[in-house]
């Protein structure tokens, strides 16, 4: 069963403009990370956010974190087409494992 | 470093043929993870490792078997392919004091 869900199932905006992907989550967490996935390639690691954390920033990249709401959502700053691929939300809960569960992802589209 | 790699990019098989999926890691990292992801859904956890001679089973292991006898190879094999096993195989890894996890690029599996 997949924790996280992304909303919207795709995104399609023009370069400068500002995307928005939003996650949700059913079970108490550790933590959460978004990923990075561009076309036929593995994931690439975004940013961390722990669940005593409410906002993060990494260069472009905003994540904000309400675990009363148990949501996340990443914001991309002044997109480019650089920046077109899927985004994946991915929690990770209970003992020191860290297995991570996946959401289905946010497939990005920035047009030049 | 090389990172995550994986062998092979991508394999054709039979119904009722097996296979070996390789994957290697020259981080030292003590965990390690197998992943496949279907067409519209996030990854899924098939098996993990925690350290070498461990294993462990995922969220859908069924069909599926690993084992980890060096700490930087990962092995995962199919005893006997299903339609149902065509999918995007990921691995893993990440360090014992870290959560990033570390993708390799992936190899499809194409089974008729």
């Known amino acids: 069963s997949q924790q996280g869900e992304e909303d919207p199932q795709a995104l399609s905006i023009q370069e400068g403009e500002n995307a928005t992907m939003n996650c949700s989550y059913k079970?108490?967490?550790?933590?959460l990370q978004w990923y990075r996935q561009n076309s036929g390639r593995g994931l690439v690691h975004l940013i961390l956010?722990?669940?005593?954390?409410r906002e993060k920033h990494s260069g472009r990249l905003r994540v904000t974190l309400d675990t009363s709401k148990k949501s996340s959502s990443l914001l991309i700053t002044a997109s480019r087409a650089a920046d077109t691929a899927s985004y994946f939300c991915?929690?990770?809960?209970?003992?020191?494992?860290?297995?991570?569960?996946f959401g289905a992802g946010t497939r990005l589209a920035v047009h030049p | 470093n090389a990172g995550v790699t994986q062998t092979p990019k991508f394999r054709v098989l039979k119904t009722g043929q097996s296979m070996t999926l390789l994957c290697a890691q020259d981080?030292?990292?003590?965990?390690m993870y197998w992943y496949r992801q279907d067409p519209g859904m996030g990854l899924r956890l098939i098996h993990y490792?925690?350290?070498?001679?461990?294993?462990a089973k995922g969220e859908v292991p069924d069909g599926y078997n690993v084992s980890r006898l060096k700490k930087q190879n990962f092995l995962l094999g199919l005893e006997s392919a299903a339609p149902s096993q065509t999918s995007v195989y990921f691995c893993?890894?990440?360090?014992?004091?870290?959560?990033?996890?570390?993708f390799g690029p992936g190899t499809r599996l194409l089974v008729l």
């Open positions: 981080m030292n990292h003590e965990y």
């Open positions: 956010i722990r669940s005593n954390e």
């Open positions: 893993a890894s990440r360090r014992d004091t870290q959560e990033t996890q570390y």
């Open positions: 079970t108490s967490i550790n933590n």
């Open positions: 490792s925690v350290g070498e001679g461990t294993t």
């Open positions: 991915a929690t990770a809960s209970g003992g020191g494992y860290n297995k991570l569960i």
